[in-house]
């Protein structure tokens, strides 16, 4: 049973940190390239950070760049996202999602709230 569980979301003020964590289980996680995404009420959800399968590569778009960083540890099966200086535009759910290399499956997990507000 293929499973993406996020976790780690909260409620922090403005300036502090949270670290969302995803566990994965049910498929090859070492072949698949993750991204973390996140939706806000109202608005398209949207990408914030990727890493291939094997983390060559990362990439995250300017509106956290410096702030946010990817991480994952394939022996584990899991990804990570520091997420450090939030700001109340960070309020979002966050998503998981691993997409196989291959571009062949895709998987997403149920999501975590992270609120920033003071």
């Known amino acids: 049973q293929v499973q993406l569980v996020e976790s780690g979301g909260g409620l922090v003020q403005p300036g502090g940190s949270l670290r969302l964590s995803c566990a994965a289980s049910?498929?090859?996680?070492?072949?698949?390239?993750i991204n973390w995404y996140r939706q806000a009420p109202g608005k398209e959800r949207e990408p914030v950070a990727f890493i291939t399968h094997g983390a060559e590569n990362i990439a995250y778009p300017d509106s956290v760049k410096g702030r946010f960083t990817i991480s994952r540890d394939n022996a584990k099966k899991m990804v990570y996202l520091q997420m450090n200086s939030l700001k109340p535009e960070d309020t979002a759910v966050y998503y998981c999602n691993a997409r196989h290399y291959l571009n062949i499956y895709s998987y997403w997990g149920q999501g975590t709230q992270v609120t920033v507000s003071s």
């Open positions: 049910g498929f090859t996680f070492s072949e698949y390239d």
